[in-house]
């Protein structure tokens, strides 16, 4: 099931539903053609990946979380875990020392575009 977000109130919530389990969140827009060429893909995968929430944020109806998020391309998925933005250091788990490996930013999940093959792929390293 894909859950719509609205607004800032109903995005914290469903953050915080998901807990511990991987959150997908596809944001996009009504008149996108690549949208709409994935949307029925991304549905597919809520099914397929029952340990995994998926939600949708229309950006020009809510105008407020595209910006908040930094959306400047769609389609773009984010991923969060514990209501956080899934990075780099989270998901190595703290197993390489900053310092000695040289790591100095924090890369962000997320991708733009409709590959609907890269989306599955990140989502099963994540979950």
Same mark, same amino acid.
Request: hydrophobic content about 45%; charged content about 25%.
């Given at each position: ?7 800032? !109130?109903?995005?914290?919530? $469903? ?33 397929? +990946?029952?340990? #995994?929430?998926? *939600? ?12 908040? +998020? ?9 991923? $969060?875990?514990?209501?956080?933005? #899934? ?7 703290? *197993? ?6 040289? $790591?100095?930013?924090?890369?962000? $999940?997320?991708?733009?575009? *409709? !590959? ?12």
């Amino acid at each position: 099931m894909v859950h719509i977000i609205k607004d800032m !109130d109903e995005f914290k919530t $469903f953050l915080k539903a998901a807990g511990c389990k991987l959150a997908v969140v596809e944001f996009s827009a009504k008149w996108c053609g690549a949208c709409k060429r994935i949307c029925p893909l991304f549905h597919a995968m809520s099914l397929q +990946y029952q340990n #995994v929430m998926f *939600a949708k944020v229309d950006v020009d109806e809510s105008r407020e979380l595209a910006q908040t +998020y930094h959306i400047k391309a769609i389609p773009t998925f984010q991923m $969060f875990k514990q209501a956080q933005k #899934v990075t780099l250091f989270s998901r190595l788990k703290r *197993a390489i020392c900053c310092c000695r490996s040289g $790591f100095v930013g924090k890369p962000i $999940f997320e991708f733009c575009g *409709a !590959d609907a093959k890269k989306l599955e792929a990140k989502i099963q390293e994540l979950m």
